[in-house]
Structure formats: structure tokens, C-alpha cells
Antibody, heavy 115, light 110 residues
């Protein structure tokens, strides 16, 4: 069964970094890029980045360039997204989604940024 | 960055038809924007209904269809069901493969 399983909720202080994971199962990990999308409380969806695990290339939305780092561990079929210099506006649910017409989504990870 | 616009809210009667639209601040939406449509229920992850303007996933109910209409991408729901009440988001791709979501439409079936 194709699925994406994301890491658990995080609570961080302003200025800190957070590293989220998205573990793929049921398909060849390197065959598909991965989108990251976030949703602030009560707000709409926001596209953040797309990561190609085979070529290790990434494309970011302009507002996240310089603050987002994407990596992967092929041995565990896991993609990681690290967001640095956190501020309260980064409080959101973060989703990963497979780049096969975005057919599979993770369950989401809640990140809370609060002092 | 381009701004993608959607109706904030729409209401449809059960069994009725409604069209949601998705416009771009850069001009007419074309197939080259590869429009996507997503459905999101409260507290759940989004689900992709339509991709590449008109294509459906295997789970997309037949009552949903995608098109281009008057310079916008459109999602038409024909024969609305109570379970279709949800938020709907469109996504457009732009040069450099940096997609942009619309603000979402809250669809009420009433």
C-alpha cells in the first residue's frame, strides 16, 4: 500500500529550527519527487517546495528560500524538511505529497512556534 | 509571485450543479498551468480530485469535472451530495515549477 507517514507534532521557540520527516512506503522511493505544503490554523494551503530524491534537487517558493533545507535517507525512504529561524507565523500543519499528480498525502505534522 | 483567486464561498442545493473557478493575476489560465483541484474536509489532509485541467484520479467521483472556462480553471460539481460539503483549493503551476494555491472555496450543500 502506497503511503506517506509523517513525524509527530513539534513545539518550538521562535528562532529555533524544526526538522520534519516524511517516510514513503509501497513504492520506489527515488521514482517520485515530494511536495511540501503547509496550512496555518484556519487558513488555506501554501506550497513550499518540491524535492527530487534521486537527483537531490529542490525548488522552493521564493518566501522559503534560505530557510528550508531538504534532505533524504534512501535507506529508510525518508525525506526530511528542515525549516530554520522559526517565527510564530510558521505555526501550521505541514504536509508532504507525492509528485505523481499529488496522489498520496501524508497525514500532516503540526508545528507550533511559541515562546 | 502570482496570485490565484477563488470564490471564498459558494452554496449549492442537494442534487444541484455548481462551478468553482480559479483565476490568475498573470492573465488567462491555460492548460499550461496544469490546474489541480483538491478537496479538504475539516481536520483532514487534502485529497486531489483533478489534475492537468481535466484528469481524474481513480477515487474522484464522476460528478466532479475540470475544465477551462472564460480564462479560468473550473471545477464543476453536478448532482451535489451532502458529503461534498468541504473546502476546495486549486493549484496552478508557473514558470520554474513553483506552483501557487488559490485561497480556497468553502462549498456548502444546503
Amino acid at each position: 500500500q502506497v503511503q506517506l507517514v509523517q513525524s509527530g507534532a513539534e513545539v518550538k521557540k521562535p528562532g529555533a529550527s524544526v526538522k520534519l520527516s516524511c517516510k514513503a512506503a509501497g513504492y520506489t522511493f527515488n521514482s517520485y519527487s515530494m511536495h511540501w505544503v503547509r496550512q496555518a490554523p484556519g487558513q488555506g494551503l501554501e506550497w513550499m517546495a518540491i524535492f527530487n530524491p534521486s537527483g537531490v534537487s529542490t525548488s522552493y517558493a521564493q518566501k522559503f528560500q534560505g530557510r528550508v533545507t531538504m534532505t533524504r535517507d534512501t535507506s529508510t525512504s525518508t525525506v526530511y524538511m528542515e525549516l530554520s529561524s522559526l517565527r510564530s507565523e510558521d505555526t501550521a500543519v505541514y504536509y508532504c505529497a507525492r509528485h505523481n499528480h499529488m496522489d498520496v498525502w501524508g497525514q500532516g505534522t503540526t508545528v507550533t512556534v511559541s515562546s | 509571485q502570482a496570485v490565484v483567486t477563488q470564490e471564498p464561498s459558494l452554496t449549492v442545493s442537494p442534487g444541484g450543479t455548481v462551478t468553482l473557478t480559479c483565476g490568475s493575476s498573470t492573465g488567462a489560465v491555460t492548460s499550461g498551468h496544469y490546474p489541480y483541484w483538491f478537496q479538504q474536509m475539516p481536520g483532514q489532509a487534502p485529497r486531489t480530485l483533478i489534475f492537468d485541467t481535466t484528469d481524474k484520479h481513480s477515487w474522484t467521483p464522476a460528478r466532479f469535472s475540470g475544465s477551462l472556462l472564460g480564462g479560468k480553471a473550473a471545477l464543476t460539481l453536478s448532482g451535489a451530495q451532502p458529503e461534498d460539503e468541504a473546502y476546495y483549493y486549486c493549484l496552478l503551476s508557473y514558470t520554474g515549477a513553483r506552483p501557487v494555491f488559490g485561497g480556497g472555496t468553502k462549498l456548502t450543500v444546503l
